[in-house]
């Protein structure tokens, strides 16, 4: 039908099983009925020819190969490969060569090798492979389409010569083989094109190694002028480290409004892209959720950072970290207030740096700790440092404080000239049995023996102990050994002890001369 139709001719393709691989190169609109339309890959099937993927020549095989036409459209219908990829030779699900057109409405599986569909090493096993290898400019859409069980990428557009290749990829659903150690699969691969990528879900992309990065989605050549807008990348985490929701370069790049949930990286840009615009995004649930590496212009506002272990890395500490957390939205952010590459959303993690990258505050640093819960026990090894909260400066018992930054598991001092200025801990504790008369239960800030000059100040101590009633709780303890503490401006209150009778609790217990308590209220 294809090879007797005129150009502009349109094919109506009933329900059924056509094993075949079509070629198409003239301007048609091929059109099924649905899922039940389906194009396969037949056991005989022959070579399109060979191309040159730039580590070497390979002949390529797909079902449905289109090319050298300026005006096509295949809707409405399967591609099934049958998985007949082999480790020399290029295998995709759909191939567009040199061509101005879309896909729309298709689904496409079976794109690896192997009978059970477990992708292989094969880095040409690809759903839909879009390819510009002319000088003329070409504009290819692919829309509301699903892409499964495919080898290395879901879908690949790229521009290989002279001429440009601007896209659409919108409104489709591109879904991986979860964990595998066989191959670092991409959702959508992007090389040196232009355009817009919007609406898409992609997930179940992990690869398993201690090399490689599997990607939701991938540039690892310059883009031109392009948008992601409305993308939810999620699912793509196996524990590794070593998968990314976005990994881009290029020119300038415009995230608008998508959700990246609980993938490893949630965006990693990297090889000096000029100009990153990120508005309205979200980032949930992820190991780091931004990674900054030689970006020369950054605008970031209005995104929003959730549970994210790490939410923002920039390698060159280059960005001004007090604007990015002013003017997005963090669920918990704590910062070094000069010199840091990191934005955590742990305070420990702020103080000591974390397993993955290191960092942490060192003698002299500010700690900037935002609005927030940090469900943590703070320890405080480093020497002269200071935690600032977002209530510094302001009486613990005065009606001015704004939101807290609240410690909810107390915080150990163990190290000197430390101050904490303008925070809210808590302590509610498990306690354990103590003598009612002991002074043995929980403890709000507790400073280690010999340490030296802590101040705590214009800070507010509740619910220490409130958990259960089987001992009594300290707001601040110094124990013998300690000198030169300072406790000023603070509100320490709601400390639960014993229901004995002759049951107590103390607000601050000092073992040591030399102690300036002012203006606490109690």
């Known amino acids: 039908a294809v090879d007797e139709a005129e150009s502009d001719a349109t094919i109506e393709v009933l329900k059924g099983t056509y094993n075949e691989s079509i070629i198409i190169d003239k301007n048609i609109t091929i059109r099924g009925q649905g899922k039940s339309t389906v194009i396969k890959l037949p056991d005989a099937a022959n070579s399109i020819g060979n191309r040159d993927f730039g580590d070497n020549t390979r002949s390529v095989y797909t079902p449905l190969f289109i090319s050298d036409a300026t005006d096509v459209t295949v809707s409405d219908l399967s591609v099934d490969g049958r998985n007949q990829g082999s480790g020399g030779n290029a295998f995709f699900g759909v191939y567009v060569e040199n061509s101005t057109g879309s896909i729309a409405d298709v689904t496409v599986t079976n794109t690896t090798q192997g009978a059970d569909g477990t992708p292989s090493g ?8 879009v390819s510009n290898r002319q000088s003329a400019d070409h504009f290819f859409r692919v829309e509301d389409t699903v892409v499964r069980s495919f080898g290395k990428n879901g879908i690949r557009m790229e521009a290989t010569d002279a001429g440009g290749l601007s896209i659409a990829v919108e409104n489709n659903t591109i879904v991986g083989a979860g964990p595998t150690p066989a191959v670092a699969q991409n959702g959508l691969s992007l090389v040196s094109v232009s355009g817009i990528v919007s609406d898409n879900t992609i997930d179940q992309l992990g690869y398993v190694s201690d090399s490689g ?7 690892t050549s310059d883009l031109g002028e392009i948008e992601f807008v409305g993308n939810t990348l999620r699912d793509s985490t196996d524990g590794s480290g070593s998968n990314v929701g976005m990994y881009l370069s290029g020119d300038s790049v415009s995230l608008d409004e998508n959700r990246f949930v609980g993938t490893d990286f949630a965006l990693f840009v990297n090889d000096e892209l000029n100009t990153l615009n990120l508005t309205s995004n979200t980032f949930r649930g992820q190991s780091a959720a931004l990674l ?10 209005e995104n929003t950072f959730e549970n994210n272990t790490r939410h923002l890395r920039d390698f060159d500490a280059e960005s001004e970290l007090s604007n990015i957390v002013e003017n997005n939205t963090f669920d918990s952010a704590a910062f070094v207030e000069s010199g840091s590459e990191f934005v955590y959303s742990s305070i420990q993690d702020a103080v000591s740096g974390d397993r993955l990258s290191g960092g942490g505050a060192s003698a002299g640093d500010t700690i900037i700790i935002e609005p927030g819960n940090y469900d943590e026990n703070v320890i405080i090894n480093t020497e002269n440092i200071t935690l600032k909260g ?14 807290e930054a609240t410690i909810t598991e107390g915080v150990n001092v163990r190290s000197s000239t430390v101050t904490l200025d303008g925070l809210e801990v808590q302590n509610p504790g498990e306690q354990g049995a103590a003598d009612p008369i002991d002074f043995a239960g929980a403890v709000g800030v507790n400073i280690q023996t010999d340490e030296t000059d802590v101040t705590i100040e214009n800070t507010v101590i509740s619910r220490v102990g409130t958990n ?14 300690t000198t030169g503490l300072t406790v000023s401006d603070n509100l320490i209150t709601d400390l639960e002890g014993t229901d004995e009778d002759e049951g107590a609790v103390q607000a601050v217990q000092v073992d040591e001369s030399g102690t300036a308590i002012t203006d606490v209220s109690v």
């Open 122 to 129: 094969n880095q040409f096993n690809n759903g839909i492979h």
């Open 468 to 481: 259960d009633d089987d001992a009594n709780p300290l707001g601040i303890y110094a124990p013998d050994g």
């Open 390 to 403: 977002p209530n510094a400066g302001i009486d613990g018992d005065s009606d001015q404080r704004g939101a």
């Open 292 to 301: 900054l590496d030689n970006t020369e212009t950054i605008s970031l506002s």
């Open 213 to 219: 990065v599997a990607s939701g989605l991938i540039s």
